[in-house]
């Protein structure tokens, strides 16, 4: 059930972010890049939110870096671990490049996800991975404009009072700051890698 509601929201917020932003398959685009793309390109919805190096992080920040805009949690025990080993892996792929590129992961469990928590389970996947959170309003406020979906649900693992569906795709925003790739959950490293390396390449 619980992966059936899982892939429910998933298909949702793909369906709504295709309907909002003119997302299209790599079929049907030339842009180079193996994940859907943004079509047009156009201006990332910015954000300002505590980091979990102890500052605040915005993608204004980022401006001359290719950023990866993930939402998850650090208890998530199936498809944030995936995707983190998967974009870790994608670093190591990209070698001296990976240093103008950044992860910002931002949380969709404010309650548990303190910058100390993200930290800590970020830089065990690579050094450079920054956390996001803040108060609730602030993270409803982010992931609405960028059409993710996350909901509170039982959790399987007794031990632990609850568990979120969330969106699990990955936000490519360019150099300029402009939304271009949407990475499915899933991807191979090897294609993230890829994509990543194009926006590195190819500007706007």
């Given at each position: 059930?619980?992966k059936?509601?899982f892939?429910?929201?998933?298909?949702?917020?793909l369906?709504?972010?295709?309907?909002?932003?003119?997302?299209r398959?790599?079929?049907?685009?030339e842009q180079?890049?193996?994940?859907?793309?943004?079509?047009?390109?156009?201006?990332?919805p910015?954000?300002s939110?505590?980091?979990?190096?102890?500052?605040?992080?915005s993608?204004?920040?980022?401006?001359?870096?290719v950023v990866?805009?993930?939402f998850?949690?650090t208890?998530?025990?199936?498809?944030?671990?995936?995707?983190?080993?998967?974009?870790?892996?994608a670093?190591?792929?990209l070698?001296?490049a990976?240093?103008?590129?950044?992860l910002?992961y931002v949380?969709v469990?404010?309650?548990r996800?303190?910058?100390?928590r993200l930290r800590?389970?970020?830089?065990?996947?690579?050094?450079t991975f920054?956390?996001?959170?803040?108060?609730?309003d602030?993270l409803?406020?982010?992931?609405k404009?960028?059409g993710?979906?996350?909901k509170?649900?039982?959790?399987?693992?007794?031990?632990?009072?609850?568990a979120?569906d969330?969106s699990?795709?990955?936000?490519?925003?360019?150099?300029?700051?402009?939304l271009?790739?949407?990475?499915?959950f899933?991807?191979p490293?090897?294609?993230?890698?890829h994509?990543l390396d194009?926006?590195?390449k190819n500007?706007?």
């Open positions: 059930m619980k059936a509601i892939f429910g929201i998933l298909i949702l917020s369906a709504a972010l295709a309907t909002r932003y003119g997302l398959r790599p079929a049907e685009v180079g890049l193996r994940s859907g793309t943004f079509d047009p390109p156009r201006e990332a910015d954000f939110l505590d980091s979990s190096n102890g500052k605040k992080v993608l204004r920040d980022h401006l001359g870096k990866i805009i993930e998850g949690y208890f998530c025990e199936d498809v944030c671990p995936v995707t983190l080993a998967h974009l870790t892996e670093y190591k792929k070698g001296s990976a240093r103008d590129v950044q910002i949380t469990d404010p309650a996800d303190n910058p100390e800590e389970h970020l830089t065990a996947f690579y050094p920054l956390g996001a959170t803040g108060i609730p602030e409803r406020s982010v992931q404009a960028y993710v979906v996350a509170q649900v039982v959790s399987k693992n007794q031990a632990l009072p609850y979120m969330h699990s795709s990955l936000f490519l925003v360019d150099r300029q700051g402009k271009r790739g949407l990475v499915p899933g991807t490293a090897n294609d993230i890698a994509d194009f926006l590195l500007g706007s």
